[in-house]
């Protein structure tokens, strides 16, 4: 059966406008991320995840205008010790970036070694995409898969030292960025990625991680002021027997932002931990779409997602667990919540459990309301004028997603990112 013709039209416009890089080792994976595109299309409103979010700008030919913010105050991780890696709009920043040489791990550009015959990357790239596909289409992460122009390949065989730190800035108010990363634990290995930046105009980024057995991988995530900016992330990522995935993300102004994570639990004993922290004020519309899959024994998940909206401001909360047949002695655990401190904002939830395993334990709870009177009375009766007052319980319901954040000095550096967003409302 053909797709729609509003969906057709729009798919064709879309791919037509792109250039696939030729030749290499990843070519086999971009050609069927076209087919899977032409086959999909690109989303609509009418797409059961896309409901809640009008995808129009996403998938447009050309990316709408956005200015470029200079931010006064210093870049996030500014002071954390960590290896830095620039794009610019999209584009590798080799100046700006560090030498790419790290005890542990190996680090290459997708661009620079696109066109080998043979490389590690080939047994992954697109292959997690493809399994994310299903039960729940995501074509804007196949339309990465085969149109990415760059992004890096991390090879992990130790315990790393350092942070690897993506660092992502916008300086035309016209850029199109569509990056893909590929990033490989060996048994036993440990990293932690960092990730900053509003990145372009419109940004459409997919990151792959393969967890081998007792392996760890630690995410956090800042995504840049600019408030014109609209960005479409995806993660993928497989874990292997008692390894451990953990992911947060920091969200703060954005007119459009879609953060999708798709999560695999293979092996025995893993351990995923997907968080986020969202403020937003006026035109901005934040969208989290999870969808953790338990396939292996004694396995242990959380979601902890937390909103703060304002003066018209929407978030979107899509999270699924799927536990399998024989994934007994599962631990599902998932929390949606958003503070709205107007009456004109707006929380749309969607939280789902499908279990066919009969020992589990798996919860799931979502809730939408404003600031707590009593609390808020308790404060202003002991000499606390209203607006602190109400900055310290913004800052504590927004504390549950920031201690998913094991490195004390990232959750120190996203919580002062919030205090600062916090004053400059006052």
């Known amino acids: 059966m053909g797709l729609p013709e509003l969906k057709q039209t729009t798919t064709e416009a879309r791919v037509n406008a792109l250039a696939m890089p030729q030749g290499g080792w990843s070519m086999t994976a971009r050609t069927a991320a076209l087919s899977r595109v032409q086959t999909m299309g690109l989303p609509s409103r009418r797409d059961e995840y ?8 996403l998938t447009a030919v050309d990316a709408p205008d956005a200015a470029a913010l200079d931010p006064e105050e210093k870049p996030v991780f500014g002071d954390i010790d960590r290896l830095k890696i ?7 920043d080799a100046d700006a970036s560090d030498d790419l040489t790290l005890e542990g791990v190996s680090i290459e550009r997708l661009a620079a070694v696109a066109d080998k015959d043979i490389h590690w990357a080939k047994d992954l790239y697109g292959v997690l995409e493809t399994n994310g596909q299903t039960p729940v289409h995501r074509p804007l992460a196949a339309l990465n898969t085969a149109f990415a122009t760059d992004g890096v390949l991390i090879h992990v065989t130790g315990r790393v030292s350092r942070p ?5 800035h916008h300086v035309s108010t016209t850029s199109d960025a569509i990056l893909h990363h590929v990033i490989k634990l060996e048994k036993g290995a440990d990293v932690t990625v960092l990730e900053n930046g509003p990145a372009a105009a419109r940004f459409n980024k997919v990151m792959e ?4 057995d007792g392996a760890g991988f630690h995410h956090v995530r800042a995504q840049g002021r600019d408030h014109d900016r609209r960005a479409a992330t995806h993660m993928f990522a497989r874990l292997g027997e008692n390894s451990t995935f953990k992911s947060f993300t920091l969200t ?7 953060n999708e994570c798709v999560i695999e639990l293979t092996g025995d004993d893993a351990v995923a931990h997907v968080a986020g922290a969202c403020v937003g004020d006026g035109d901005f519309h934040h969208d989290d779409t999870v969808f953790i899959t338990h396939d292996a024994v004694n396995c242990e998940s959380r979601q902890v997602f937390k909103k703060v909206l304002r003066n018209g401001a929407t978030g979107v909360f899509q999270g699924k667990i799927l536990v399998k047949q024989h994934a007994q002695k599962t631990d ?3 929390i949606s919540q958003s503070l709205l401190l107007d009456g004109d904002s ?29 609390a808020l009375f308790y404060l202003r009766s002991r000499g606390v004028d209203e607006k602190q007052a109400t900055d310290l319980l913004t800052l504590a319901f927004l504390a549950e997603a920031v201690e998913e954040i094991e490195n004390e000095a990232l959750a120190e550096d ?7 967003w916090l004053a400059r409302r006052s």
């Open 50 to 57: 896309w409901k809640f979010t009008r995808p129009d700008t």
């Open 86 to 92: 620039v794009f610019v709009d999209g584009v590798f």
């Open 252 to 258: 703060a102004n954005g007119v459009l932002t879609r």
């Open 209 to 212: 991680i393969d967890i081998a």
């Open 332 to 334: 599902g655990y998932q």
């Open 414 to 420: 996203v919580l002062a990112r919030l205090e600062a």
């Open 164 to 168: 690897i730190s993506l660092i992502y």
């Open 346 to 374: 707006q929380f749309l939830a969607k939280p789902e459990l499908e279990i066919y395993a009969d020992d589990v334990v798996c919860s799931h709870g979502s809730t939408s309301g404003a600031i707590d009177e009593d």
